[in-house]
C-alpha cells in the first residue's frame, strides 16, 4: 500500500509561482503512475497533469500548459508540481494520486484512473 502526503501549499498573488511536493511511503515509486488533480469548491476533480515515474514521460492538461510543470526525483520517492504564472483560476485543493502502471495513456488525467491519494493541500490565488 502506498501512501502519499502533500506539501508545499499556501496563499500566492496573481502571477507568483509554488512548488507541490508529494511524498511517497510504503511502496517505490518507479512502476507507478502520479497524477496531480486539484478541486475548487462546487466544481468537480480535475487532472493537471501526470508522470510515469519510470522515464518522466507526462501529460499536462491544456489548462495549465506552459505554466505548470510535474517532475520527479525517484530517490526521493518525490514528485513534484512547479506552478508559475499562477491566476485566481487556480485556486483549488490540489491532490496527488498513484496508480500501478498498466497501460499509459492521457485516461491518467482522470481521478478515476487512480487507487491511492492523498489528503491534499490548499493553494490560494489571490492579491
Known amino acids: 500500500q502506498v501512501q502519499l502526503v502533500e506539501s508545499g501549499g499556501g496563499l500566492v498573488q496573481p502571477g507568483g509561482s509554488l512548488r507541490l511536493s508529494c511524498a511517497a511511503s510504503g511502496r517505490t515509486l518507479g512502476y507507478y503512475a502520479i497524477g496531480w488533480f486539484r478541486q475548487a469548491p462546487g466544481k468537480e476533480r480535475e487532472g493537471v497533469s501526470c508522470i510515469r515515474n519510470s522515464d518522466g514521460d507526462t501529460y499536462t492538461a491544456d489548462s495549465v500548459k506552459g505554466r505548470f510543470t510535474i517532475s520527479r526525483d525517484n530517490a526521493k520517492n518525490t514528485v513534484y508540481l512547479q506552478m508559475n504564472s499562477l491566476k485566481p483560476e487556480d485556486t483549488a485543493v490540489y491532490y496527488c494520486?498513484?496508480?500501478?502502471?498498466?497501460?499509459?495513456?492521457?485516461?491518467?488525467?482522470?481521478?478515476?484512473?487512480?487507487?491511492?491519494w492523498g489528503q491534499g493541500t490548499q493553494v490560494t490565488v489571490s492579491s
Open positions: 494520486a498513484a496508480k500501478f502502471l498498466g497501460i499509459w495513456s492521457r485516461a491518467l488525467l482522470y481521478p478515476s484512473s487512480y487507487a491511492h
